[in-house]
């Protein structure tokens, strides 16, 4: 042990290298080289072991530390234009200015911005990493181990180089692993080579392979266990594994998430009219007032203007409040993203057992052929599952219910061999011999594979060939069952010969005698169906996708209250093409007897067709679908393979859990939405207003000091918004980014603000007598004043599209800071930092004027509001 790794350093090459060595060697030299047996190692050795080789974690890209996250902060484009802006005002305001007309106020007020942005982005994204971490921990993945001879469950993250692992259908391999031992082990490597179907593995090496992935006795890190079970025995853990390799060349490479897309694309817009208007400010500035440097400055102010500072901010906070939000709700969030696509989510699909029924299956009928109680169809069944050591399913638990009455005869049968389940023949066997070495083999699975697969039925004791008569009879009973909605397994066996080998296989399974089947029944939950309709209401088509039969999901979706608009099976789906299925899908809403390919198919053709899909799973055969959606949801006690697949985890199987989660994601997407709308029409409305105010007055508009200052106080006016009250009409349909939506918002809100600023600059031009350099202090407090009250009021305006404080109410932490800013606003030209902002006291009477304009603006929006809505059919 201590020889082989002594020199080992994690690279491709040395792990592809060790893992053929351990291919080709014995299994003895294997055992001799990790210093273990089939007893596992010791407790003690398993510590020393772990101190020695860390924790069995893939190499991901580390929570960066404090200090450097709080350094990123600080870097963006944003920061970067206030910071030239601070360090040109450095020189203008300071160093080439007589002592007695320093000033630092401009770069003041452009360092608090940049501390106020990019202090409150580093305490969203520090909390937010540490609340996300914290979620992560709640989930623990176990794998079974062998240790000093017990066999026992330890966390995922404890495996050592050496210990014993037992695996079994549903399993994801916990490390590289030299398989001991196996049973026909199919094993999915699709995480590794991309290659959907299924690989069986041996305890032999069978061909000596260029690739790793096809050594035929080596399991992966990070593959899944398909069907089958197996000893094997732990090569590489962590950072030793295939997998790390693969992990490493993929760090620098980060692939963008449709929420990522949504914010680059409206993050191009706001830059694209920044990049058109600003120059246009500068231009007409320097031309027409010949000053071309104070014009510079003044353009950069307006840039700034444009920008969306707080949006990295304002973004964090709604994901961040979101998570927290949903934790409380029982929902863990493994990557905060994703809460935006399940608001998003249109539709919903998922599998019928546990979701929609109660989880809770039991065994309510045992016939045979004719339709009579049969307790020998029990008592084959209950063997069946007793020796099986795959994945027992719901059935099986509710088989071995049946303990009491059949506790004797598992000491009266010894298992030698077993045909584990598998997705593709739907059905599994033992073979199990009594004490006079009598062997049997019992078969149960899905009644259209026994019949298949058996010749022969038992009536009365009695074996007769099974006719077309009686195969029709046995169709005919297993459909009345059905529309009773319970589920059946047909039972079957198969007496062999005693000298034969023990060398069985799938072709065995031929030539049985059917001997009857089990009714099981799995009610259906509690107030599902009013869920289901509240989740309809809001805008999220449910489709079931499960691989029962047609007849037993019918009635489950009739007792529940799911109107069924279709219904489609696997075998039809695979004889028609994908154009076809297309045409199927959006009328169809019961998806039966599907395999785990036939799922990921239905989920990325609805995907193609524009929507934004959610899978709810739990089992192995949902572990390509939940792969395939847009935001996987799967449960806290699902399968390790769904668990790692999705990006929410319930703690509760529930739908109302689901709805509240799609509930919260419109929350947070609708709140983060009003900022960009807001700030892009207000600071659009604003530089267009400065575009019209420079062509005809003899002074600049506004000092760039003003101008940063007035954005400085909308700024923090909207750090609240995260918390803002949500209308519930506004969280009825999903909704996704769209930056042509945020564009027309801007053409059709923004200009409505300037032409109250145009009224403005009339009445300081006019009235107030504000037309000459010599006044234009009192020309800019005017449209300070007016600019930045009707900037805040837009808050409130924009966020509803019902009337503002009659119909729908901010949040109280918006109402507090909005009249904060406000009361702010008007104090500061009576304050003594007014000579350095370049301010004046007002005469009352010009407040009367503001009243006035501002009455006129928020009723201006009130009706254009309506006309948006009338329009688009939108708001937010």
């Known amino acids: 042990m201590i020889t082989l790794y002594e020199n080992f350093d994690n690279s491709e090459n040395s792990i592809n290298g060790t893992l053929k060595l351990f291919s080709e060697a014995d299994i003895k030299t294997v055992f001799m080289t990790l210093e273990t047996s089939l007893g596992g190692i010791k407790n003690e050795e398993a510590i020393s072991r772990l101190e020695k080789f860390g924790l069995n974690e893939i190499s991901k890209e580390k929570v960066k530390p404090w200090y450097i996250q709080l350094l990123l902060a600080f870097l963006n484009p944003f920061n970067f234009i206030l910071g030239t802006l601070a360090f040109v005002s450095l020189f203008t305001d300071v160093i080439f200015v007589k002592e007695t007309e320093r000033s630092w106020i401009s770069i003041i007020l452009i360092i608090t911005m940049i501390l106020i942005s990019s202090l409150i982005k580093f305490i969203q994204e520090y909390r937010s990493s540490k609340t996300a971490e914290k979620l992560k921990n709640l989930i623990v993945t176990k794998v079974t181990v062998v240790r000093d001879n017990l066999p026992m469950e330890i966390d995922i993250k404890t495996l050592v180089p050496g210990d014993i692992v037992k695996l079994t259908a549903g399993d994801i391999v916990p490390g590289d692993i030299r398989i001991v031992s196996s049973k026909d082990l199919f094993i999915s490597q699709s995480v590794l080579t991309g290659e959907s179907n299924p690989v069986e593995k041996y305890s032999n090496l069978l061909v000596k392979a260029g690739a790793i992935s096809d050594l035929s006795n080596i399991v992966l890190m990070g593959t899944n266990v398909l069907s089958g079970a197996a000893t094997g025995i732990v090569l590489g853990t962590g950072k030793h594994t295939f997998l790390n390799t693969i992990s490493e060349s993929l760090k620098s490479t980060k692939v963008e998430t449709s929420f990522e897309k949504g914010i680059d694309d409206v993050s191009r817009l706001l830059i694209k009219f920044m990049i058109f208007m600003v120059p246009i400010v500068f231009l007409i500035n320097g031309y027409l007032k010949d000053a071309w440097f104070e014009s510079l400055l003044f353009s950069l102010s307006v840039a700034i203007g444009l920008t969306p500072e707080m949006l990295p901010m304002i973004v964090t906070g709604n994901l961040t409040k979101g998570a927290i939000e949903l934790s409380k709700k029982k929902t863990i969030v493994k990557k905060l993203d994703s809460i935006h696509n399940f608001g998003a989510m249109n539709i919903l699909c998922t599998d019928k057992t546990g979701t929609l029924t109660q989880d809770k299956v039991t065994v309510v009928k045992y016939l045979n052929f004719k339709g009579i109680d049969d307790d020998n169809v029990l008592y084959l069944a209950y063997l069946n599952s007793y020796f099986q050591t795959g994945l027992k399913n719901l059935m099986d638990r509710a088989i071995l219910e049946f303990e009491e009455e059949h506790y004797s005869i598992k000491n009266e049968y010894k298992k030698i061999d077993e045909l584990p389940f598998d997705f593709e023949r739907r059905r599994m066997s033992v073979i199990v011999e009594d004490s006079d070495e009598n062997r049997t083999m019992i078969t149960k699975g899905a009644i259209e594979e026994m019949l298949y697969i058996s010749n022969f039925v038992e009536i009365d004791g009695q074996v007769f060939e099974i006719k077309d008569e009686i195969e029709e009879k046995i169709k005919n009973l297993v459909s009345n069952l059905n529309e009773d909605g319970m589920r059946v397994i047909g039972i ?94 959006k009328d169809t809403t019961i998806f039966c007897k599907l395999s785990p390919l036939d799922k990921a198919r239905v989920v990325r053709l609805l995907k193609e067709m524009g929507n934004t899909v959610g899978y709810m799973g739990d089992g192995i055969n949902d572990a390509p679908a939940l792969r395939q959606c847009d935001v996987g949801i799967s449960v806290e006690n699902g399968m390790d393979i769904a668990k790692e697949s999705a990006q929410i985890i319930l703690l509760e199987k529930e739908l109302s859990v689901l709805l509240e989660g799609v509930i919260i994601g419109r929350k947070i997407f609708t709140n983060m939405i009003k900022y960009l709308k807001m700030t892009a029409s207000s600071n659009f409305g604003n530089v267009f207003s400065v575009v019209l105010a420079s062509a005809f007055l003899p002074f600049l508009p506004m000092l760039p000091i003003q101008i940063l200052f007035q954005n400085l106080l909308y700024d923090i006016s909207q750090i609240s918004i995260p918390w803002d009250n949500v209308d519930t009409e506004d969280i009825l349909k999903p909704k996704n980014w769209s930056a042509e939506s945020v564009g027309k918002f801007m053409v059709y809100i923004g200009p409505l603000s300037s032409i109250f600023d145009i009224i403005t600059f009339l009445i300081m031009f006019y009235i107030f007598k504000a037309n000459s350099p010599a006044t234009q202090a009192l020309f800019h407090t005017g449209w300070f004043i007016e600019s930045i009250l009707s900037q805040t009021l837009i808050i409130h305006l924009i966020r509803t599209r019902k009337i503002p404080f009659i119909e729908s109410n901010a949040n109280i932490k918006v109402i507090l800071l909005t009249s904060a800013i406000m009361i702010f606003a008007l104090f500061v030209p009576y304050s003594k930092i007014n000579g350095t902002l370049g301010f004046v006291p007002m005469p009352i009477s010009y407040f009367i004027w503001v009243v006035l304009i501002l009455t006129g603006y928020f009723f201006t929006i009130i009706f254009a509001k309506k006309y948006f809505i009338k329009k688009f059919n939108s708001w937010l």
């Open 492 to 585: 079957g066996k198969k007496t062999l010969p005693k000298d034969r080998d023990l060398n069985f296989s799938n072709k065995d399974e031929e030539s049985l005698t059917f001997v009857g089947m089990l009714g099981f029944l799995d009610p259906p939950k509690e107030g599902v169906g009013d869920t289901l309709k509240s989740l309809y209401q809001y805008g999220v088509d449910v489709k079931i996708l499960t691989g029962d039969n047609e007849l037993v999901t019918q009635k489950i979706c009739k007792d529940i209250g799911i109107e069924v608009t279709g219904a489609i099976d696997g075998s039809y789906m695979e004889a028609i093409d994908d154009l076809e299925l297309k045409k199927l899908l």
